[in-house]
């Protein structure tokens, strides 16, 4: 990697790429408009500034190509302004048809989640609620900085075990190898440019 990498808090000024990371990440296009994608990436990504006490974003350039967000569960309280930007963008998705069969899907993967989470019989202190890396930065080591900077805070913060929501969209073997554990996972078949899809959705585990 020719250009120094550095590694700093969220910035409103991170919105635009953190919206296109999601969007690609996750695949939205594939399944809804350009637009609509566009606006439930946004409702993902204020819904995760809504949950986190720590955010690091890695940049190269002064442009944003990768992010991470934890949360300290006892320490979080919900910032008020990324709750606001989430409610007016989850309206935003309401407005069309499109926009309400997309949010639904999206409600029905927070289900699924809060259905492994509930199928642990673990006393967790923290989560990793949002991981993602530009899918042309990726294989560069970028990831593992900024998951060794969340591990640093969660030490500092005397976390003695959080977990992460993920699924086969995603290079879950990465969370492997970084030493989490798989707990649980459930399938879900999906409607992807008018293909039935089966995913599998996962928590993982990680104790310090």
């Given amino acids: ?58 940049v190269i350039d002064n442009c944003p190509i990768g992010i991470i967000m934890g949360k300290n569960i006892a320490r979080h309280k919900c910032p008020f302004r990324y709750r606001i930007k989430q409610m007016i963008s989850i309206i935003s998705l309401l407005l069309s048809y499109e926009g309400r069969q997309a949010i639904h899907l999206f409600r029905d993967v927070d289900g699924i989640d809060r259905e492994l989470l509930d199928h642990c019989e673990i006393d967790f202190q923290g989560e ?53 554990r798989r707990e649980h996972e459930k399938s879900l078949t999906m409607d992807i440019a008018n293909q039935k899809q089966v995913m599998k959705f996962f928590i993982y585990s990680y104790q310090i």
């Fill in 1 to 58: 990697m020719k250009n120094k990498m550095i590694l700093r808090e969220f910035q409103k000024e991170d919105t635009r790429e953190m919206i296109d990371i999601i969007r690609k990440t996750w695949h939205y296009d594939e399944f809804c408009s350009h637009k609509v994608a566009n606006k439930l990436a946004k409702v993902f990504l204020y819904s995760c500034l809504a949950n986190q006490t720590y955010t690091k974003v890695a």
């Fill in 128 to 180: 990793v609620s949002f991981f993602a890396i530009d899918e042309n930065y990726r294989g560069l080591g970028i990831g593992k900085n900024l998951f060794e900077s969340l591990l640093y805070y969660m030490k500092e913060q005397n976390i003695q075990q959080f977990y992460l929501f993920t699924d086969t969209s995603c290079n879950y073997g990465f969370y492997e190898h970084q030493g989490m």
